[in-house]
Every structure is written in structure tokens, then in C-alpha cells.
């Protein structure tokens, strides 16, 4: 499949920032994903107590979500405002420290402990930091990362992963002659050939 128009396209940080500041987040989903209710007994694999990884998190409802059925939720995101509307949308006391390994980012947590949100640009995170997940979700993520970041991204991912980790991604399917993206275009063949 041709992804030929979207090959080269990149977003900067700085447009992201922008997109939250003009409130430019179409792609927030106040009721949250039905993909997620769909397929969580696949995400859970009867597991209870799971650490479940947000990468490129936004203020995704979902977090709470999990939180809420006794999992711990670890997101990672570059604006600070859509991590302050993540709390103050759920009226949920947080507390804020710095991250020693990484200069200039912050780590957002749940006065309760079980929500971590790094404010932060997920290439900056390694397992060191934020250890391994039995869990991701990752809606809004790969489609965003720009298209010549998503091999350094997924093998990044990996890293972040336990041995029986499940992994649910979302993707989207359309021309991307036809529109320029994010979300942008991931054919099914690139992911199995990110992933393995
Ligand atoms: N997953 C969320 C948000 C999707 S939009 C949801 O489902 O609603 C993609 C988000 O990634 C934006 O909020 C943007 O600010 C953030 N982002 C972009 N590049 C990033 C990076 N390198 N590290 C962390 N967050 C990033």
C-alpha cells in the first residue's frame, strides 16, 4: 500500500502544544473509546492489579477507567495543560516532582498513586525510569508519532513491555492521498513488519 503523501509529513512539538492551547483536540473522546470496552478482556487476560502503559495519552478518559477497576495507569504526554485538564476534568488531587532523569519533565501523580502522568516526550522515557507494562493502549499514539519516528517508537514500546504483556492498538484505515494526517495512515503491512 502506497502511504506516499504522508511519508515525509512531520508535526512538531510545538504544533501539538498549539493544537491544546487553541483547543484543537478533535481527537479527545469525552465518552471515551468503545474499542477499549470491546476488547478489554483481551487487554486483561483475567489479570487483575495490571501496570498499564498510556503512551501519547492526551487526557484519555480511559486512564480512569482502569484506575478505577484497581490497575495502575503510567501515561506519558508533552503538554502539561491536556495532563492538568486530565485531573481537574475527573476532580482528581494530584501532586507534581520532577523527574531526575530527564531535564525539564515532570511526573503528574494521583494523590491516590494509581494514575502517573510524565510530562515529558515519550523518546525521553526508558525502562529505567518507568519499568515494564503488562498493558498498552495505544489509541492516538502510533498513528501520531510521525511516520519516520514509528520504527524508534515501536522499538522503544517493546522495551517497555513484560514477556506477557497484550498490546491493543487502534488504528485508522483511509486514503491518505486524501487527507494529510494525524491521524495518519498505518497499512496493516508496516505493522506487522514494526512489530514482528
Ligand atoms: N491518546 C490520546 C491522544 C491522541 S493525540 C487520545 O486517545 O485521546 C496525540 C497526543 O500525543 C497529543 O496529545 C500530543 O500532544 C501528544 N504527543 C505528540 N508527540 C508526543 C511525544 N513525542 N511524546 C509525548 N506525547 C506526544
Sequence with gaps: TDIGSQKDRVMSEEEWLQKWEMGNIGFHKEQGHPLLQK??????????????????????????????????????EISEQAL???FAEHSLPYCEEPVPEISGA???????GNISLYC??????????????????DRGALVAVN?????????????????NASYLLVTVSYDPNKHKGPPFYVPESEIKSLFG
Design 39 to 76: 476488547y478489554l478482556d483481551v487487554l486483561l487476560n483475567g489479570r487483575s492489579g495490571l501496570r498499564i502503559f498510556f503512551p501519547l495519552c492526551g487526557k484519555a478518559v480511559e486512564m480512569k477507567w482502569l484506575a478505577d477497576m484497581g490497575h495502575s495507569v503510567v501515561g506519558v
Design 84 to 86: 492538568k485538564d486530565f
Design 106 to 112: 515532570k511526573k503528574m501523580q494521583s494523590t491516590s
Design 120 to 137: 515529558c516526550s515519550i523518546y525521553d522515557l526508558s525502562s529505567s525510569i518507568v519499568g515494564k507494562f503488562d498493558g498498552v493502549w
Design 147 to 163: 511516520p519516520c519516528d514509528r520504527q524508534r517508537y515501536v522499538s522503544l514500546m517493546t522495551t517497555l513491555m513484560e514477556k
